[in-house]
């Protein structure tokens, strides 16, 4: 399981940075994906890095949020910039299951979720 945290309350424009935190494995060699969950939505898929490095993001982040994995302290972030009041929701990361180089960044193929950390933009 994954711990999530750096969210807060943030102005339209400004920028957070998300942690996800291992203690039980190393996340270098696992396939790590942001998602966020906002009052009455699903669940939708943010950015995952894969294993070997590739990256995916969602049309609404492009851009503005980076992920990045730091071995050494064994978490992956997310750089998120130009935040939107949209972008507003509970965060969280997970492990991606399997071992494909090439998984799709959706809910059904990460878990278990811990708790999320809460973005809050306001306009």
């Known amino acids: 399981q994954l711990q999530a945290s750096g969210g807060g309350l943030v102005q339209a424009g400004g920028s957070l940075r998300l942690s996800c935190a291992s203690s039980?494995?190393?996340?270098?060699?696992?396939?790590i994906g942001w998602f966020r969950q906002a009052p009455g939505k699903e669940r939708e898929g943010v950015s995952c890095?894969?294993?070997?490095?590739?990256?995916v993001y969602a049309d609404s982040v492009k851009v503005r949020f980076t992920i990045s994995r730091d071995n050494a302290n064994n978490t992956v972030s997310l750089q998120m910039n130009s935040l939107k009041p949209e972008d507003t929701a509970v965060y969280y990361c997970?492990?991606?299951?399997?071992?494909?180089?090439?998984?799709?960044?959706?809910?059904?193929?990460?878990?278990?979720w811990g708790q999320g950390t809460q973005v809050t933009v306001s306009s």
């Open positions: 039980g494995f190393s996340l270098d060699y696992n396939t």
């Open positions: 890095l894969r294993r070997g490095g590739g990256t």
């Open positions: 997970a492990r991606g299951r399997g071992s494909s180089y090439y998984l799709s960044c959706s809910v059904s193929n990460f878990g278990p």
